[in-house]
């Protein structure tokens, strides 16, 4: 067996077994065998094989977290122990301040929180505290999700709290296939910074926005708790699994999905679309004008 073809057969199988809607796996591996079968994989290297696979995968399904992702760098064949890996994304975490990359007051009294990822609560929850805070005192906030790429639910869950008067705010509801189970997550009723209620928001959000951060600004749109400002988002609500099948190449394949209580549906594949539609490098501007109108 080639390693084309050991490539081919794991992700296929992975894809089949894992994958949030069972009943589409057949299709997916018809279109790739066929695609195979056709030679359409021929002489390619590893890196060309991911980039092809993935643009067919998602031509047979259009699920923009299911691909095939090439590294430089070898990887572990082996199950990376719990421990391990989260203590690696503690790392990560920390490095980054817990995805709060800025926090400022701009003129008018506005508030300006910057949110490169959302990590889970229990890692992130005394940095978001200490960042409300810091807002805590303003008139009007501006929430940035243009460089936010993703982030935990649980995460999502604490930020969104923050907007919200108590515990009885349901916010997302998450299926997850292996459990055939659904887990609901509602507003948090102990914080430990103050909440943000009763004044205008304005949520930034662009092409890059994706995943938890597309998420945050979901909820805080269809429950009519801020205003979102810029570019439709990347389109991804699908929680997924890492799962490496050679040494430089992993199938990402998608394992829950997100179903909001108000709409019944999700972001995947559409994105969140923003209230005023303006080209991302000019949100900021477009949101303080709104938000100056708001506040009279």
Known sequence: MTLQHEILETALARITAGYVFPEQTAGIDAAIRRRWADSAYDGLDEQELCERVTADLQE???????????????????QEPEDVARARFEAYSRDNNYGVRRVEQLAGNIGYLSLSMIPPAELGGPVFAAAMQLVAATDALVIDLRGCRGGSP????LWCSYFFPDDEVHLNDIYDRASDSTRQYW????????????RP???????????GGEELAYNLKVLERA??????????AHPTSRIPVSPHVTVTVPTARSINPVTGTNWEGVG????????????LEAALDYLREQLG
Request: aromatic share 4%; proline share 7%; net charge negative.
């Open 272 to 283: 969140v679309r923003p209230d005023l539609a303006v080209p991302a490098d000019r949100a």
């Open 60 to 78: 047979a399904c259009p699920d923009k977290h299911l691909r095939l992702l090439w590294s430089e760098e070898p990887q572990s064949m082996d």
């Open 201 to 211: 928001v304005a949520v930034l959000t662009g092409s890059v926005t994706f995943s």
């Open 187 to 198: 507003t948090v009723g102990h914080l430990a910074g103050p909440r943000y209620l009763d």
């Open 154 to 157: 649980e995460g999502v869950q």
């Open 227 to 236: 205003t979102l400002v810029g570019e439709t988002t990347g389109g991804g």
